[in-house]
């Protein structure tokens, strides 16, 4: 276990006091384009190596097909192109991010491309801004908020919003 991973553990193991007032969620940071992201840690299952993946025919352009992953039929969601950009080519650093989400009461696994995987970091409520009107350059909607950390922001994303069950549906529908 590394140092950093060591006082993770540990700060996420000690409550905080009765009455405490700082609240301090853990985050996955991430990089896309030349930007950096965090999803909530809650909602992830499990960073994996990229690898090939399937096309499906007729999906929308930000779904880069799907993945086996331990006999679950798995699709890909392509981040950049979600958000209306270009999408990177895949690097040695370019993973999948397996996150779970709660859909119509039902989990549904969905993997989302990434161009770099950073560290996960507690980010307190108090240093996490609301999103911006406009200028953050993807969909208002998709922001939880801008976190601050080491004196830069990060964008807080919201993985219900991102990965919304009405406009991706049927992509990860439970096998009749």
Request: proline share 7%.
């Amino acid at each position: 276990m590394t140092q950093a991973s060591s006082h993770q553990a540990t700060a996420a193991a000690m409550p905080l006091a009765p009455g405490a007032e700082a609240q301090i969620n853990q985050y996955l940071t991430f990089i896309l384009g030349a930007e950096t992201f965090a999803l909530g840690i809650l909602a992830i299952k499990e960073i994996i190596e990229y690898s090939s993946l399937t096309d499906v025919p007729m999906m929308p352009p930000y779904v880069r097909g799907v993945i086996n992953l331990r006999g679950a039929v798995v699709p890909v969601i392509d981040l950049a192109v979600r958000f209306g950009r270009a999408s990177a080519p895949v690097t040695k650093r370019t993973c999948i991010v397996i996150i779970e989400i709660m859909a119509n009461e039902e989990r549904q696994v969905i993997g989302i491309v990434v161009d770099a995987v950073n560290e996960v970091l507690d980010i307190p409520a108090a240093d996490i801004e609301p999103p911006p009107a406009f200028g953050a350059g993807i969909r208002t909607d998709f922001i939880l908020g801008m976190g601050k950390v080491h004196n830069k922001f990060v964008i807080v994303l919201d993985v219900n919003h991102v990965l919304a069950f009405d406009e991706l549906a049927g992509l990860a529908m439970p096998a009749a």
